[in-house]
């Protein structure tokens, strides 16, 4: 009788269940975005590539399910723990077994603080903070240290930040952060919120207030807070800074020390003139008087020397307002190199009528 070889196993699958959130940001366009979330990470950091990625009716509940070569190891995990639209992740056991078994994997976020830090705030024209969290990972993504986002204590800068979704994303994953926006409305909003959060949690911090001047001439205000991840950390001398600019963005070169930042996330005004859309503000004449392509080509350059070498920069926009080529030129005219794989072409979608949103990420080399 010839030898029969041992059947070989099969290639572990997994499934992830999304936020039920998600498809109230985007619609139609959650699992699509996940899964070029999930291209990027697999890119960038994953030990073993994400395979055959697709949505999957299980138990009546949609999944999107991919395969991997190697079984994924504990780092992976511990990365593809923070997609932003996670909610479970899934071993798929039993493969051709009817119906196949869900074993749950234990999934360690890197979050550090009590997820309402998010959620609490609620506005007009507040960038979404799944959207946000998203831009956020693939532009950490995208620097010459990609593992560093799990492991190092990272500088992010907002240089529109509102009313700090970015900066909020940010501390919860315990890293420092900047934020710049010339709107006093939303200073003082952010002000009073992140202040009364911190008191409310009895967080260890320390909160300092006041005029913002440059060369004798008042420009708006400041915010400085320096906070504990633990009691123990911030007793121990080892505080994460917040601080917030109540300026024009044009004075970021020099508020902001040249090379301090690893990374930039910003979502761009959309150029929307009426107040109720996502991301638009009815803000009068101040922020809206150049266009968000002025803005975006005048900015760039600026926002650039306070990155560092090997750091990026990740921004969302309305291509109604300026098409991707423009923008991708405008980054490359800085010395920055877009992220041209496959993954990053496939975040656009739609928000509304008027709002067409897509994210560009660019790192800094050396020219
Ligand atoms: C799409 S919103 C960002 C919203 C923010 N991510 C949030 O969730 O609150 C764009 C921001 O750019 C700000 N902005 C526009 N022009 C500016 C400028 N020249 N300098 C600083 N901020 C500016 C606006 O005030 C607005 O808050």
């Not at 990972?137 to 907002?158: E, F, G, K, W, Y």
């Not at 010339?182 to 009364?196: L, P």
Request: hydrophobic letters at 40%.
């Amino acid at each position: 009788m010839p030898s029969q070889s041992p059947p070989q196993p099969s290639p572990p699958r997994y499934a992830i269940l999304l936020y039920p959130a998600a498809n109230r940001v985007y619609a139609e366009s959650s699992r699509q975005l996940l899964q070029a979330e999930l291209g990027v990470f697999s890119e960038k950091v994953l030990s073993t590539p994400i395979l055959d990625v697709r949505e999957e009716i299980l138990g009546g509940a949609p999944y999107l399910t991919f395969r991997t070569a190697e079984r994924l190891s504990d780092p992976d995990i511990a990365a593809i723990s923070n997609l932003s639209t996670l909610y479970a992740l899934f071993e798929i056991d039993g493969e051709g077994t009817a119906p196949p078994a869900l074993r749950p994997v234990l999934i360690t976020k890197l979050d550090k603080l009590d997820s309402d830090l998010l959620t609490v705030q609620k506005y007009p024209g507040k960038t979404n903070e799944l959207f946000t969290k998203m831009l956020l990972n693939v532009t950490l993504l995208s620097t010459d240290r990609p593992a560093a986002m799990l492991d190092s204590r990272v500088h992010v800068l907002d240089p529109l930040c509102g009313r700090g979704t970015t900066l909020n994303q940010a501390m919860m994953y315990g890293f420092d952060a900047t934020g710049l926006d010339v709107d006093g409305k939303d200073f003082e909003a952010y002000q009073h919120f992140i202040k009364t959060w911190l008191r409310a949690k009895r967080i260890k911090h320390t909160a300092e207030s006041g005029a913002l001047r440059l060369n004798k001439a008042r420009l708006g205000n400041r915010l400085l807070i320096h906070f504990g991840l633990t009691k123990e950390q911030y007793k121990n001398g080892d505080a994460r800074t917040l601080q917030y600019f109540n300026c024009d963005t044009k004075n970021v070169a020099e508020l902001v020390k040249p090379g301090s930042v690893d990374v930039i996330v910003t979502d761009a005004p959309y150029g929307v003139q009426h107040g109720s859309h996502v991301g638009q503000k009815d803000k009068g004449t101040h922020a809206l008087s150049r266009s968000p392509r002025d803005l975006l080509e005048n900015s760039i350059p600026l926002w650039t020397q306070s990155l560092r070498l090997g750091g990026a920069m990740g921004i969302s926009w309305n291509t109604h307002v300026m098409p991707r080529a423009e923008l991708a030129a405008v980054l490359a005219n800085n010395g920055l190199s877009i992220q041209k794989s496959e993954p990053f072409a496939e975040f656009e979608h739609r928000v509304d009528q008027s709002i067409q949103r897509d994210l560009i990420v660019a790192r800094k080399s050396a020219r």
